[in-house]
């Protein structure tokens, strides 16, 4: 593919993901694997250049632009003008440019957000231009087959996380499928803040545990290797496609003591009767905004409205009180959100201890993790107690 060829095929992509973002369809990531599937012509180094140039425009733009076009002609604007010489030059590549055409306004977020956000934190511009930035890659190693002395020789770059005790973080990108210690189970792929939430569930052996919202398994698993296999791990979910991702994960960690339980939406109490009031710990990883992983998946940004935020607030309060339900007297409650959002962490920390007034708050209150300061996603975690 020529330069302008693969400005082109940039647009293209730009177009599908801005339709996707405005209509709840596929992720970035799928759209780009797609789209490359069927174009065997592009090479390796081709499909590279178009996926880095697809994100460094997404990573650019705060608000969704109008059109993939759009969109480039704003970044080349604003941090790549070599380009605009590419426009009208190949008959693979970009139309002239036409008069007074739109180009999209660089940005690091919608203003509606920008504004929430530099309401809560003084400091909002550090953690927007944090958000903007790409994420590292962290590990976590699996206490069930090794430790982390065992495997950080074993892996190019590798060093320990500076938190979560059984974190990785790779320096240079390296394709982890391609570990030994990846294929064997000896780790996964785990950004730490995901882990301190895992370890903040302080789960033991022995214990009845629930993760409420266990998506594909992430933090089961780091919950089975707290708990060395003994004791009952519920991992449970509405989506029956993500839990069903868990079953080979857990086979290839050695997580044996883990069962699923698929949920029917707004009547999750009814799978889990049986629970209620019996739980040492339950997790409840929080559906969210995703604010905290715009660094992975930075155009969550054009996704989120308003009327989407309310509805998952309604939908993150629903979660809790079910959490609080399940635990045990002494029991321990974790609620977290990758969100950076208020609506989705404080304040609903702060209406639970309202509306459970048997759960009471960790000693120094709950903690946000943000990659500005602390390195990982953004993250809100709470743990709670219930009384006796």
């Avoid at 065997?40 to 059109?67: C, F, Q, T, W």
């Avoid at 203003?111 to 976590?140: F, M, V």
């Avoid at 155009?299 to 009180?321: C, I, K, S, V, Y």
Wanted: aromatic letters at 4%; glycine letters at 10%.
């Amino acid at each position: 593919m020529t330069p302008a060829a693969r400005v082109e095929a940039a647009i293209t992509l730009l177009d599908e993901i801005i339709d996707a973002a405005a209509g709840g369809g596929a992720a970035a990531d799928t759209l780009i694997q797609r789209y490359f599937k069927t174009r065997r012509y592009a090479g390796s180094k081709d499909r590279r250049a178009v996926r880095d140039l697809v994100y460094r425009v997404i990573r650019s733009l705060g608000e969704r632009p109008e059109s993939g076009r759009a969109a480039m002609m704003g970044y080349a604007r604003a941090e790549a003008p070599d380009m605009l010489a590419l426009f009208g030059t190949d008959p693979h590549g970009p139309a002239a440019f036409v008069e007074g055409e739109p180009a999209a306004a660089p940005g690091l977020a919608p203003e509606w957000l920008t504004a929430k956000l530099a309401a809560e934190y003084g400091d909002a511009d550090s953690l927007l231009h944090a958000l903007a930035e790409r994420a590292p890659l962290d590990l976590r190693v699996n206490r069930l087959k090794t430790t982390r002395g065992a495997v950080l020789p074993l892996i190019p770059g590798a060093v320990p996380t500076a938190r979560a005790q059984d974190g990785l973080r790779l320096v240079d990108a390296l394709n982890v499928e391609d570990l030994p210690a990846y294929n064997d189970g000896r780790v996964e792929v785990q950004d730490e803040g995901s882990q301190l939430i895992a370890a903040a569930c302080r789960a033991q052996p022995g214990m009845t545990v629930v993760d409420l919202c266990a998506g594909a398994g992430g933090k089961t698993l780091a919950l089975a290797a707290d708990m060395e296999n003994r004791g009952r791990l519920f991992a449970c979910d509405t989506d029956r496609s993500r839990l069903s991702r868990l079953g080979p994960r857990a086979v290839r960690a050695g997580a044996a003591n883990i069962e699923t339980r698929l949920l029917d939406p707004g009547r999750e109490a009814e799978a889990l009767g049986d629970l209620l009031g019996a739980a040492d710990v339950v997790l409840i990883d929080a559906p969210c905004s995703g604010t905290g992983t715009w660094r992975r998946n930075p155009e969550a940004r054009w996704r989120l409205t308003p009327q989407r935020l309310a509805r998952l607030t309604a939908l993150q309060a629903h979660l809790a009180d079910l959490g609080a339900r399940l635990l045990k007297p002494g029991g321990r409650l974790v609620y977290a959100v990758c969100s950076l959002l208020p609506e989705e962490g404080r304040l609903q920390a702060e209406a639970l201890s309202k509306t459970h007034s048997d759960l009471a708050l960790d000693v120094g209150g709950a903690q946000t993790l943000r990659p500005d300061r602390d390195g990982t996603d953004g993250f809100f975690i709470a743990g709670y107690e219930k009384s006796c």
